[in-house]
Each structure stands twice: as C-alpha cells, then as structure tokens.
C-alpha cells in the first residue's frame, strides 16, 4: 500500500513538473510524425497479464507494396532516435503508474511474444508490478546481457524495499546525466537468447 501511494504521489508530481515538457514533444510528435502521437504497446505485467503501455511515437508509417509495415530500422526517423536516446518517449508511462498498470520502480515490461521463452525463475520477475525503471537499467543497462539482466529483476522481486526504490530512482538519475551503459538507445533492437527447459531459441526484440 506503501508503494502505491508513493507511485501516485511521485507519477502525479513528476507530471506536473515536466508538464511543460510533455506539451512540447507532444507538439513534436504531432507536427514532425502525425497522428496519434502515442503509441500503444501490449506488454505482460504483474501475474503476465497484459496492458497497455504507452510512449510518445519515436517512428512513422510506412509499408511495402504488400502493405506491410517496413522493419523498424526503415520507419524511425533521426527525430525519433533523439527521443529515445534522450529516453522521453517513455514519458507517458506515468500514466501507466497513474492507472496501476505500472511503477515507479520494478522489472521493466518487455515484448510479450517473448513469455513462452523465459525459464520458471525468469517468469518470477512478473510477481511484481513492472517499473518505468529497475535494477538492471541502473546496474549496467546495455551493457549487461539479458540473462544477467533477468537475474537482477528476480533479485528485486526477491528484496525489493521502499529504500531500495528511492535508492533506484536517484541512481537512475545519475545514469541517465552521465549516460552510463547506453550504446544505444534502450529500445534499439538487439539480439537475445532465452533459454527454456528443452531448448534456446534467438529473438530480436524491443527493450
């Protein structure tokens, strides 16, 4: 109860003092990609269930002659890997925290054709609600491989504390003025091999 209160607390104030801030790549958005200006992404949170997560859109349409969308690399446009190098396009994830669907802090949500992938203690990091932040994104961040990742998701779910999430969010802080672990932006595809009981497969995915 602890927790939800400081998420409403915090996603509240956080949008009021970067109000200013999401007007303007809302007008950006708007002017340089069109309508709509969010972009809306099922991913697994708490339990796996899924919800809606939403981010400024970082890429534009376009098709092929069959009318399929181009691979993501053809679609974003430098406009849209500014924002998400600059990580504002994950902005309106506050509204999310607002609504319940996420936190402050926690294992961030990733793609959810990936779920049949994960091993039984991977899954464990979907015992908490997902976070616009966690462990792993201060801990090394694209710097760590995926599995290490996952290992620091479990170990928050396993210790996770309101200090240790004060502890996260003022880190989190830090990496991003110092820019520490990007080589790319956090939502660059990237290449990641899940293992399961009978096998591991490849998948790109997301972040």
């Known amino acids: 109860m602890l927790k939800r209160l400081l998420d409403l607390v915090i996603a509240t104030l956080a949008l009021i003092v970067l109000s200013p801030i999401f007007a303007y790549v809302a007008y950006q958005v708007r002017k ?8 809306l992404q099922d991913r697994p949170g708490k339990d796996g269930k899924l919800f809606k997560m939403i981010k400024f859109r970082s890429m534009k ?3 092929d002659k069959e009318g399929n969308p ?4 053809q679609r974003i446009t430098p406009f849209g890997h500014k924002l998400r190098a600059t990580t504002l396009d994950e902005m309106p994830q506050l509204l999310n925290v607002l609504k319940g669907d996420m936190s402050i802090v926690g ?3 990733q793609m959810k054709d990936f779920l049949e992938h994960y091993t039984a203690e991977q899954m464990r990091r979907h015992e908490v609600k997902p976070g616009m932040t966690g462990l792993a994104q201060v801990s090394g961040r694209n ?7 996952f290992e620091l ?11 240790l999430d004060f502890n996260i969010m003022f880190k989190t802080v830090e990496v991003m003025l110092k820019k520490e672990g ?3 932006p956090d939502q660059e595809v990237g290449a990641v091999r ?5 096998n591991s497969q490849s998948e790109s995915i997301r972040k």
Not at 153 to 163: A, E, K, L
């Open 70 to 73: 181009l691979p993501d690399d």
């Open 182 to 184: 990007i080589n790319a």
């Open 194 to 198: 899940f293992s399961s009981k009978n």
């Open 143 to 149: 710097n760590l491989s995926w599995e290490e990742k």
């Open 153 to 163: 998701d479990v170990q928050y779910v396993d210790t996770h504390t309101i200090w």
């Open 107 to 109: 294992p961030r949500p």
């Open 32 to 39: 340089k990609l069109g309508s709509p200006i969010f972009f």
């Open 61 to 63: 349409d376009a098709f």
